[in-house]
């Protein structure tokens, strides 16, 4: 496996991705114990743009900011109590829906169903971890958690894979000579 080099066009673009699921992770419409955010579609375009060890370097960040109490989690909340409460399993499961799509993305790069396939697996994956994590901490069984943290979120959630391939796609393309991405695979 090739060691992913640290350069100051990384360094900085890791951090404009971190900084966009900053901006936009808050932003959320709360529907029940888990709300709708932009926090998916953030990260879904983190590892389509950076590949998966930087993509997923940006959301662990995140994490951390958030982690610090600078509220940058769905709505405008932060901190431990955030990560270890109801909905605190979806954000570990983005670490490995992260690794997963990105792994996809870049072993697919000429096939996008492919890439789509591997970014579903991926968020079925958090959707584990969440809906476990749900049903634990808010005293429910798993199809009661299932019906309120993830049934209401899968057409929203598809959506933000195709809009993450198409916009992470054309931006990746551009960046790829700047940030020495794989793009050549089957």
Not at 93 to 106: C, E, N, T, V
Not at 149 to 174: E, M, W
Request: proline share 6%.
């Amino acid at each position: 496996m090739k060691t992913a080099k640290i350069n100051p066009a990384t360094m900085t673009a890791v951090a404009v991705m971190t900084a966009v699921m900053c901006i936009f992770g808050p932003m959320s419409l709360p529907i029940g114990p888990v709300p709708i955010s932009l926090t998916v579609f953030t990260v879904f375009l983190a590892v389509y743009i950076l590949g998966p060890w930087k993509g997923t370097l940006a959301y662990l960040i995140y994490l951390l900011v958030g982690l610090t109490g600078i509220p940058v989690f769905s709505g405008y909340s932060a901190g431990p109590e955030k990560l270890f409460g109801m909905t605190g399993g979806y954000l570990i499961g983005f670490i490995p829906m992260a690794l997963i799509s990105g792994i996809f993305i870049d072993r697919f790069w000429k096939k996008i169903p492919l890439q789509a396939a591997g970014m579903i697996l991926g968020l079925l994956v958090c959707y584990v971890f969440g809906t476990t994590w749900l049903a634990i901490m808010g005293g429910m069984t798993f199809s009661a958690a299932l019906k309120a943290g993830v049934l209401p979120f899968v057409i929203f959630d598809l959506i933000k894979i195709a809009v993450s391939i198409s916009i992470g796609r054309a931006v990746r393309i551009r960046l790829t000579p700047v940030l020495h991405l794989q793009q050549e695979r089957a």
